[in-house]
């Protein structure tokens, strides 16, 4: 059974820092391009980082240069960190593993809350 559980989400004052991260179990962690992405209230599920198996990182163009995804194969978990928060940046942050382009499954995790408010 395929569990992606994020952790680290809260609420912060603009300007801060969150680490979020997400803890994989039941896939070959190492092949997955792993996701985070963001739901606003009212709004759309959005792209923020995806690392691929080699470790290339993309970002969402709102979130470069703030934020940074990394990936720990041997721990199976990949992370956010994001600094210099916004209001903009508040929403339910979902970690996905993508294995569609390798004929595998896409996965998602339950979701972590952002809050950012002062």
């Known amino acids: 059974q395929v569990q992606l559980v994020e952790s680290g989400g809260g609420l912060v004052q603009p300007g801060g820092s969150l680490r979020l991260s997400c803890a994989a179990s039941g896939i070959i962690f190492g092949i997955y391009t792993m996701g985070w992405f963001r739901q606003a209230p009212g709004k759309q599920r959005e792209l923020v980082a995806a690392?691929?198996?080699?470790?290339?990182?993309t970002y969402a163009d709102s979130v470069k240069g703030r934020f940074t995804i990394s990936r720990d194969n041997a721990e199976k978990t990949v992370y956010l960190q994001m600094n210099s928060l916004k209001p903009d940046d508040t929403a339910v942050y979902y970690c996905?593993?993508?294995?569609?382009?390798?004929?595998?499954?896409?996965?998602w995790g339950q979701g972590t809350q952002v809050t950012v408010s002062s």
């Open positions: 690392i691929t198996s080699s470790s290339s990182p």
């Open positions: 996905n593993a993508d294995g569609r382009t390798i004929k595998r499954g896409l996965y």
